[in-house]
């Protein structure tokens, strides 16, 4: 796999020099386009197959979502990079002991959503359109779903948020992107252009795309779990929200890695989400 990422990069660098939008094209299609966690509305894992799908659709696009009804208080689930909705299986569970209306969404080109692309500020948007339905209260979002959710509760400061959990979620997007490059040994012609059409996209510098910057001036009451050993998002990213998210607990775990599938965890997930 190694080789292959770095063979990539060096024909993305070489074609930088004679056709450098075309060779940018091609950098941000292996960094955008997931290879994994689509699925078939044929073949729904089992805990998909008990909810109510509902389909919205936004600038051409469907984001698709699934409801387990309870009361007015509604929980909105957003999962991470290459994943799907069934990835709070574990969770779930104990959601639904609490008698509150539990909404999970795929994210852009991830489950049974449309498209090919995937970026924060449009499943920051997604998320906004479920909310706003649904008057979603209460969010937790794992990984790259972590970063999001903050950068909607930022966005959007008339959001309906009171409670929020973040799950081995991420802050700093220049390292996402730092990362990245390496992996596939980009040149700096690259990397220029990957800040230059983010600025140009999303009117946004990658430096200033930081979750502990979206998140310090909340008061929303929250949750921010990550493994010690999380070899994905590393525990570092964690402690920057921490140090920023006043209002927020603090949990750390050891020994289960980025999916942070622990039973006592969930219990304290639901617990708190719950007021239990």
Not at 108 to 128: D, I, M, R
């Amino acid at each position: 796999m190694a080789l292959l990422a770095k063979s990539i990069g060096c024909y993305i660098n070489l074609l930088s020099y004679v056709a450098p939008d075309k060779a940018f094209q091609m950098a941000y299609k292996f960094f955008s386009n997931p290879r994994q966690g689509r699925l078939k509305a044929n073949e729904l894992p089992h805990i998909l197959q008990n909810a109510q799908l509902e389909t919205l659709h936004e600038n051409g696009q469907t984001i698709q979502t699934y409801i387990w009804k309870g009361n007015q208080n509604v929980i909105l689930l957003a999962h991470g990079w290459e994943s799907n909705a069934s990835r709070w299986e574990k969770l779930l569970p104990h959601l639904l002991l609490t008698g509150q209306t539990i909404i999970a969404i795929d994210a852009p080109a991830h489950g049974l959503s449309s498209g090919k692309e995937f970026n924060v500020p449009l499943y920051t948007s997604y998320l906004n359109l479920v909310a706003k339905k649904h008057n979603a209260k209460q969010i937790v979002g794992h990984s790259m779903g972590g970063i999001a959710a903050v950068y909607y509760q930022y966005l959007y400061p008339d959001h309906s948020l009171e409670k929020m959990v973040l799950l081995g979620a991420p802050s700093d997007f220049a390292i996402i992107l730092d990362n990245y490059i390496k992996m596939l040994g980009l040149n700096n012609k690259i990397r220029k252009a990957f800040h230059d059409y983010t600025l140009e996209r999303f009117n946004l510098k990658i430096p200033d795309f930081s979750g502990k910057n979206f998140i310090q001036n909340s008061k929303i009451p929250g949750i921010i779990a990550h493994d010690i050993n999380d070899k994905i998002v590393l525990y570092d990213e964690a402690k920057k929200l921490a140090e920023s998210w006043k209002t927020a607990e603090f949990i750390a775990t050891t020994g289960f890695g980025h999916s942070l599938h622990d039973e006592e965890l969930n219990q304290k997930i639901s617990d708190f989400l719950s007021g239990a």
